[in-house]
């Protein structure tokens, strides 16, 4: 059964850091783009950053740029989201993704069960 599981969230003051992981497990990690979701209350889910399979290629939203950084570590199965210079603003859910296409078409999407980060002082 394919699981992500997101870890690393907490509570921070403002301009404080935080790493958050995604362990994958049951799928091949590496085939897969990886993404960061969150989701502040009363908000819609927004992508924060993403990287390519396997590698190499990033993009961020305009929100984060600057701060935040995405990386994966293909053997170990782990995607990061290295956070710095944190606001009350990034106050939300943040969720792990993993998406591809198939060779047939078929679209794969798994998600983590999230992690709360709250930056506050």
């Known amino acids: 059964q394919v699981q992500l599981v997101e870890s690393g969230g907490g509570l921070v003051q403002p301009g404080g850091s935080l790493r958050l992981s995604c362990a994958a497990s049951e799928f091949t990690f590496s085939s897969y783009a990886m993404s960061w979701y969150r989701q502040a209350p009363g908000k819609e889910r927004e992508l924060v950053a993403a990287i390519s399979s396997p590698g190499g290629i990033t993009d961020y939203a305009d929100s984060v740029k600057g701060r935040f950084t995405i990386s994966r570590d293909n053997p170990k199965n782990t995607v990061y989201l290295q956070m710095n210079s944190l606001k009350p603003e990034d106050t939300a859910v943040y969720y792990c993704?993993?998406?591809?296409?198939?060779?047939?078409?078929?679209?794969?999407?798994?998600w983590g069960q999230g992690t709360q980060v709250t930056v506050s002082s």
């Open positions: 993704n993993a998406a591809r296409i198939g060779a047939t078409g078929r679209a794969y999407d798994y």
